[in-house]
């Protein structure tokens, strides 16, 4: 018989495959994690460097704004001194005021940048400059009478400006080319690195599918196995139970055999061996009586002690083997031994028997006579009950019955308990014709058992006819009776 075996916690190579497998699984999830991490700090590259494409673009239109506003502040500076027009005063003042906020965030742009620090540092000194020029003249022209402006040195300030905001141009045009390199640079290193990333992971996660995969299909191998070992292992048990419950039964009926031929021995050898007892000494006592009155009182005695002795044998005749269940049936034997035992016991009782309950199987008459005695016995030592109400009845090929008491009960642990011989004895009969028991508490207390087993019609036997007693008999009968024949003619005559 083949046997399915799970995987020993300390066979290394049964446990290698789910070994491989958590680490594939662990390392999917490392990758996992990494790619995650990478994909965050080329996300963060990526900002940073759009970030500085976006402030050098800031950067270059914050120049052309500052060199807009000088623009825009020579050409006011010109138009009022020709028109004295306070509109154009008004012009070159707002571009006056708005120049060194354009220099402030210029300034801070390029603050990363020291050559475009410089450049912004020499237009801020030319704008200055100017501006202190272009003031000087304003202030002349606006004179009362008008004064000579002092001398115009535009045209050296347009020189040095414009060089240092084409530096600053250039600069920041520089900038941007290699800003611009190192975004796309930094977006194509993370497409690649996302790329590989997402490759490793799902290779990792194609090996740890086909490892789980595997796993799970020696898991079922094994399954199946464990359950083929598991079914043969129940078949085994199932055969052992019936081979146990054949025994049982066997023993059961070797014992009650062997109890009806003691029972069958104290009736027909030793009864006979007293019965003939009794009449010697009846007949001495009688002779005797006249002329020996004190040994015919001794006579007496003995004659006293030899009833007691049949009827002894006639009670352990009675328990070994009930003759009345033989001679009369099953329901008599119960209705007869249930008053007997009420009235020893003090219990009101109630037997209701329906069917024909004679008509059975050889041993299952007996089994359950012993099982109702057992059932009552454990009523009178342990129920305290004042009342029992018991029945029994056919049908078909089982025979049912029940017998409920009103006392105590009895509890789940004194039913488990190890060494409940009599429930365990109750139990075995009962199975040991394929039946069915149940314990339960009454309506009104009390214990309930309720069995059933079953009993098919016994085997009719052909009759063998005992020549001496002229009767017909069964084989067993004929033999049992020739024997009590045999040893009644052996009993010495009187």
Not at 19 to 26: A, E, K, S
Not at 256 to 277: M, N
Not at 286 to 314: C, F, V
Not at 385 to 406: K, N, Y
Request: hydrophobic letters at 40%; proline letters at 3%.
């Amino acid at each position: 018989m083949s046997s399915g075996r799970l995987p020993s916690r300390f066979d290394l190579g049964a446990w290698a495959s789910p070994f491989v497998l958590w680490v594939t699984f662990l390392l999917a999830l490392g990758l996992i994690a990494a790619s995650v991490v990478l994909d965050i700090a080329n996300d963060r590259a990526l900002a940073a460097s759009n970030a500085n494409v976006a402030r050098t673009l800031e950067a270059l239109e914050k120049v052309r704004q500052t060199t807009n506003a000088i623009y825009v502040a020579e050409s006011a500076q010109h138009n009022y001194i020709l028109t004295h027009s306070p509109a154009y005063l008004a012009t070159y003042k707002e571009m006056k005021d708005l120049l060194p906020k354009r220099l402030a965030e210029s300034a801070a742009l390029i603050s990363d940048d020291p050559v475009q620090r410089a450049n912004l540092d020499r237009v801020r000194a030319a704008a200055t400059r100017r501006f202190a020029e272009m003031d000087a003249s304003i202030q002349a022209a606006g004179a009362s009478p008008p004064v000579a402006a002092p001398g115009d040195e535009g045209t050296s300030f347009f020189a040095e400006a414009r060089s240092s905001i084409q530096s600053l141009l250039n600069e920041e045009g520089r900038l941007l080319q290699q800003r611009r390199g190192l975004a796309a640079s930094a977006y194509l290193q993370g497409q690649a690195v996302t790329l590989a990333s997402n490759a490793v992971i799902a290779f990792a996660l194609i090996a740890f599918y086909l490892l789980m995969r595997r796993n799970l299909r020696e898991r079922d191998m094994a399954l199946e196995a464990l359950e083929r070992s598991n079914a043969a292992l129940e078949r085994r048990v199932t055969e052992r139970t019936n081979e146990l419950s054949q025994l049982s039964r066997h023993l059961l009926n070797v014992r009650e055999g062997e109890k009806k031929s003691i029972a069958r021995d104290l009736h027909d050898e030793f009864g006979s061996y007293l019965t003939a007892i009794n009449m010697d000494v009846s007949r001495v006592r009688d002779k005797i009586a006249a002329a020996e009155p004190e040994q015919s009182a001794r006579l007496d005695r003995t004659l006293g002690l030899l009833n007691h002795a049949i009827e002894m044998k006639r009670r352990l005749i009675s328990d070994l083997r009930p003759s009345i269940l033989d001679n009369l049936g099953l329901g008599a034997a119960l209705e007869q031994y249930i008053d007997d035992w009420s009235r020893y016991t003090g219990i009101s009782t109630t037997f209701r028997h329906e069917g024909d309950l004679d008509t059975a199987e050889e041993g299952c008459p007996i089994a359950i006579f012993r099982v109702f005695q057992e059932a009552m016995n454990n009523v009178a030592k342990h129920s305290q009950a004042t009342e029992v109400v018991a029945s029994i009845r056919r049908e078909g090929d089982q025979v049912v019955f029940e017998i409920a008491d009103d006392g105590i009960g009895i509890s789940d642990e004194a039913r488990s308990r190890p060494g409940t011989h009599g429930l365990l004895g109750i139990r075995e009969r009962v199975l040991a014709y394929n039946g069915h028991l149940e314990f339960a508490r009454g309506p009104r207390g009390g214990t309930v058992i309720r069995a059933s087993v079953v009993c098919r019609p016994a085997t009719v036997r052909a009759p063998t006819v005992d020549a001496e007693a002229g009767e017909a008999s069964s084989p067993a009968e004929s033999a049992g009776r020739t024997s009590a024949d045999n040893r009644t003619r052996a009993l010495p005559s009187t």
